[in-house]
C-alpha cells in the first residue's frame, strides 16, 4: 500500500458559487469480510450514514456505516463485497442516513427490496424522501388499537380477530402454506365501508418461483391497486433483507399518518430477516447469543415491530402481520420466542392439518390475540361474536381431549354427549378452520360457528346462553328446549 492511500484524497466538485461542496474520497480500506468493509482513518463519520463505493472499473455500489470505533468505520455493502480491490476502491461518506421516496403512486408497484421500482412502470415522482429508521410513536400519543380487519379467514376472524393497530404474527413452518395464507388475507382483508384501506408487502428473501407467484395472484384479482410489494429474492444481497421491512413500514407510516389509509404491513419471512442479522454479526465477529444469533436481537425485531399502532387525532392506523417460520417447528427457537415478547399473539400453522389437506392449518388451540376484546362487539362485527369464540374453543378443545382418550378405550366407551364433541372437532375443522380459497364475511363465520353448535346439546352451550334464543338454528322451531 502506498503513502497516497494511506491518507484521504480531498476533491472538489463543481457547484453554483454560493453552494460549494467539498467531499472526501477514501482509500484507506483495511480489509473486507462477508458484507462488510473496514474504512480507517475517516473523519465526521456518523452512524447510519449512507455510503457511495465506486470500483476501479467505474462500477458503483451502496452502503451504510454500521459502526464507528475511533477512526476506523465499519461499512455494509447492499451490493455484496465480491471484486472489492482493497487499494485501488474509493469511499466517500455521503452525510445522510438511508432514506426512501414515498408517495401514493407507490400504491400498485413492484419495488426492490430498498425502495426502487422493479415493475418497468413510470418513474416514481416522491412527494417526500423519510429517513427509514423511522421513529417510535410517543406513548402520550398512542391510540388505543381498536376496530376491526377482516382477513376473509374464519380461524382469524372469528376466533383471534385481527385489530387496527395490532401487530399478530403468524407462526409458521418450512414447507406449510404460509406464503397462500399471505396471499389469500393480502386479497381478501378489508376494513369498513367508506374507509380507505392499503396493503403494505414487504418480502424477504423469496424465490424466482414465490415470487411470480404472489405478482401473479395479485394481478389476476385485482388486488396490486392497494398493494405496494416490496421485494426481495433469495440471490439478492443479503444485507438489503435489513433494509426491506423498514422501508415498507416508512411507507406505511406515510399512508397512513400522512394520508389517513388504514394500512396492513404484512412480512414475510422474519426468519430470513434474522438470518441476515445473524450473517452480519458474525463477520463483524461479535460474541453471540442463543443458537449464534446476536444478543441484541429482541431489540432489533421491537424496533420493526413497535411501529405497528394508531396516533391520536390521526384516522389512520399501521398494523402488522408478520410472517416468520419456525425451523424445526420449534416454537421455543429465539425467533419465535421474542417475536412472542414483542407482539400481541400469535397464529400457529399445524403440519398435522396440512398432512390432512385442511387449508388454511391453523391450529386454533395455541392462538391468541390478545388484543381481540377491543376490535369485536355491537357496531364492530356483532354482539355475540366474543361469546360464540369461547363456546367454539372450548367444544373444540374438549373433541380434541376426547380423541386421545378415544386412542385408549375406543369410542364406544364414550356417552353420546362425547361423541357429539368429537363430531364437533371434525366438524371445526372441516367447516371453520379448513374453509379453503373462499373469503368469508365475519357474519357467515358466526353463522357457521352456531350450525355446528347446533350439533351438541343445548345444555352444553354455557358461554353463548344469552344468545341461544336469537341466534341458534332451532330458536324459532324448538323454543320450549330452553336451557
Same mark, same amino acid.
Given at each position: 500500500?502506498?503513502?497516497?492511500?494511506?491518507?484521504?484524497?480531498?476533491?472538489?466538485?463543481?457547484?453554483?458559487?454560493?453552494?460549494?461542496?467539498?467531499?472526501?474520497?477514501?482509500?484507506?480500506?483495511?480489509?473486507?469480510?462477508?458484507?462488510?468493509?473496514? &474504512?480507517?482513518?475517516?473523519?465526521?463519520?456518523?452512524?447510519? @450514514?449512507?455510503?457511495?463505493?465506486?470500483?476501479?472499473?467505474?462500477?458503483?455500489?451502496?452502503?451504510?456505516? /454500521?459502526?464507528?470505533?475511533? !477512526?476506523?468505520?465499519?461499512?455494509?455493502?447492499?451490493?455484496?463485497?465480491?471484486?472489492? #480491490?482493497?487499494?485501488?476502491?474509493?469511499?466517500?461518506?455521503?452525510?445522510? &442516513?438511508?432514506?426512501?421516496?414515498?408517495?401514493?403512486?407507490?400504491?400498485?408497484?413492484?419495488?426492490?427490496?430498498?425502495? #426502487?421500482?422493479? !415493475?418497468?412502470?413510470?418513474?416514481?415522482?416522491?412527494?417526500?424522501?423519510?429517513?427509514?429508521?423511522?421513529?417510535?410513536?410517543?406513548?402520550?400519543? $398512542?391510540?388505543?388499537?381498536?376496530?376491526?380487519?377482516?382477513?376473509?379467514?374464519?380461524?382469524?376472524?372469528?376466533?383471534?380477530? /385481527?385489530?387496527?393497530?395490532?401487530?399478530?404474527?403468524?407462526?409458521?413452518?418450512?414447507?406449510?402454506?404460509?406464503?397462500?395464507?399471505?396471499?389469500?388475507?393480502?386479497?381478501? +382483508?378489508?376494513?369498513?365501508?367508506?374507509?380507505?384501506?392499503?396493503?403494505?408487502?414487504?418480502?424477504?428473501?423469496?424465490?424466482?418461483?414465490?415470487?411470480?407467484?404472489?405478482?401473479?395472484?395479485?394481478?389476476?384479482?385485482?388486488?396490486?391497486?392497494?398493494?405496494?410489494?416490496?421485494?426481495?429474492?433469495? =440471490?439478492?444481497?443479503?444485507?438489503?433483507?435489513?433494509?426491506?421491512?423498514?422501508?415498507?413500514?416508512?411507507?406505511?407510516?406515510?399512508?397512513?399518518?400522512?394520508?389517513?389509509?388504514?394500512?396492513?404491513?404484512?412480512?414475510?419471512?422474519?426468519?430470513?430477516?434474522?438470518?441476515?442479522?445473524?450473517? &452480519?454479526?458474525?463477520?463483524?465477529?461479535?460474541?453471540?447469543?442463543?443458537?449464534?444469533?446476536?444478543?441484541?436481537?429482541?431489540?432489533?425485531?421491537?424496533?420493526?415491530?413497535?411501529?405497528?399502532?394508531?396516533?391520536?387525532?390521526?384516522?389512520?392506523?399501521?398494523?402488522?402481520?408478520?410472517?416468520? +417460520?419456525?425451523?424445526?417447528? =420449534?416454537?421455543?427457537?429465539?425467533?419465535?420466542?421474542?417475536?412472542?415478547?414483542?407482539? @400481541?399473539?400469535?397464529?400457529?400453522? +399445524? $403440519?398435522?392439518?396440512?398432512?390432512?389437506?385442511?387449508?388454511?392449518?391453523? =391450529?386454533?388451540?395455541?392462538?391468541?390475540?390478545?388484543?381481540?376484546?377491543?376490535?369485536?362487539?355491537?357496531?364492530?362485527?356483532? #354482539?355475540?361474536?366474543?361469546?360464540?369464540?369461547?363456546?367454539?374453543?372450548?367444544?373444540?378443545?374438549?373433541?380434541?381431549?376426547?380423541?386421545?382418550?378415544?386412542?385408549?378405550?375406543?369410542?364406544?366407551?364414550?356417552?353420546?354427549?362425547?361423541?357429539?364433541?368429537?363430531?364437533?372437532?371434525?366438524?371445526?375443522?372441516?367447516?371453520?378452520?379448513?374453509?379453503?380459497? @373462499?373469503? $368469508?364475511?365475519?357474519?357467515?363465520?358466526?353463522?357457521?360457528?352456531?350450525? /355446528?353448535?347446533?350439533?351438541?346439546?343445548?345444555?352444553?352451550?354455557?358461554?353463548?346462553?344469552?344468545?341461544?334464543?336469537?341466534?341458534?338454528?332451532?330458536?324459532?322451531? #324448538?323454543?320450549?328446549?330452553?336451557?
Amino acid at each position: 500500500m502506498t503513502p497516497e492511500t494511506m491518507t484521504p484524497t480531498t476533491k472538489t466538485e463543481e457547484q453554483p458559487a454560493r453552494l460549494s461542496l467539498v467531499s472526501t474520497d477514501y482509500r484507506t480500506i483495511s480489509y473486507v469480510t462477508g458484507p462488510l468493509v473496514f &474504512v480507517e482513518n475517516v473523519h465526521d463519520v456518523s452512524y447510519n @450514514e449512507m455510503v457511495a463505493i465506486r470500483m476501479p472499473d467505474g462500477a458503483r455500489r451502496s452502503g451504510q456505516v /454500521l459502526e464507528v470505533s475511533g !477512526d476506523t468505520a465499519v461499512i455494509q455493502v447492499f451490493e455484496g463485497t465480491q471484486g472489492i #480491490d482493497v487499494d485501488a476502491t474509493e469511499v466517500r461518506f455521503l452525510e445522510e &442516513v438511508a432514506r426512501i421516496s414515498v408517495s401514493l403512486d407507490l400504491l400498485g408497484r413492484v419495488l426492490n427490496g430498498t425502495g #426502487d421500482p422493479i !415493475d418497468g412502470g413510470a418513474p416514481i415522482i416522491p412527494e417526500a424522501r423519510l429517513d427509514i429508521t423511522g421513529s417510535p410513536i410517543n406513548p402520550y400519543m $398512542r391510540e388505543k388499537p381498536a376496530d376491526f380487519i377482516e382477513t376473509g379467514i374464519s380461524a382469524i376472524d372469528g376466533l383471534n380477530t /385481527l385489530v387496527r393497530g395490532q401487530k399478530l404474527p403468524i407462526f409458521s413452518g418450512s414447507g406449510l402454506p404460509a406464503n397462500e395464507l399471505a396471499a389469500q388475507i393480502i386479497r381478501q +382483508s378489508r376494513v369498513k365501508s367508506g374507509e380507505e384501506f392499503a396493503v403494505v408487502f414487504g418480502a424477504m428473501g423469496l424465490t424466482h418461483r414465490e415470487a411470480a407467484y404472489f405478482i401473479s395472484q395479485f394481478e389476476s384479482t385485482g388486488a396490486l391497486e392497494r398493494v405496494v410489494f416490496f421485494l426481495n429474492l433469495a =440471490d439478492d444481497p443479503t444485507v438489503e433483507r435489513l433494509l426491506t421491512p423498514r422501508c415498507a413500514l416508512t411507507v406505511a407510516e406515510y399512508l397512513a399518518f400522512e394520508k389517513d389509509l388504514q394500512v396492513l404491513v404484512v412480512l414475510s419471512d422474519m426468519t430470513n430477516y434474522c438470518e441476515a442479522l445473524r450473517e &452480519v454479526s458474525t463477520a463483524r465477529e461479535e460474541v453471540p447469543g442463543r443458537r449464534g444469533y446476536p444478543g441484541y436481537m429482541y431489540t432489533d425485531l421491537a424496533s420493526i415491530y413497535e411501529r405497528a399502532g394508531r396516533i391520536k387525532n390521526r384516522k389512520g392506523s399501521v398494523t402488522q402481520l408478520p410472517i416468520l +417460520s419456525m425451523p424445526d417447528d =420449534d416454537i421455543t427457537h429465539p425467533i419465535p420466542d421474542l417475536t412472542g415478547y414483542i407482539t @400481541e399473539g400469535q397464529i400457529v400453522l +399445524s $403440519r398435522q392439518l396440512h398432512r390432512r389437506a385442511v387449508f388454511p392449518p391453523i =391450529d386454533v388451540l395455541p392462538c391468541l390475540s390478545r388484543l381481540m376484546n377491543l376490535g369485536i362487539g355491537e357496531g364492530k362485527t356483532r #354482539d355475540d361474536h366474543r361469546a360464540v369464540a369461547n363456546q367454539l374453543y372450548a367444544a373444540y378443545a374438549q373433541g380434541r381431549d376426547l380423541r386421545k382418550l378415544v386412542a385408549i378405550v375406543g369410542e364406544e366407551a364414550l356417552s353420546d354427549t362425547d361423541r357429539s364433541y368429537l363430531r364437533f372437532a371434525d366438524e371445526f375443522e372441516k367447516r371453520i378452520v379448513g374453509q379453503g380459497d @373462499e373469503g $368469508r364475511t365475519i357474519e357467515e363465520t358466526l353463522s357457521i360457528g352456531w350450525e /355446528l353448535m347446533a350439533g351438541l346439546p343445548k345444555a352444553e352451550l354455557k358461554r353463548v346462553r344469552e344468545f341461544v334464543d336469537t341466534y341458534h338454528p332451532s330458536a324459532s322451531t #324448538d323454543a320450549e328446549d330452553a336451557i
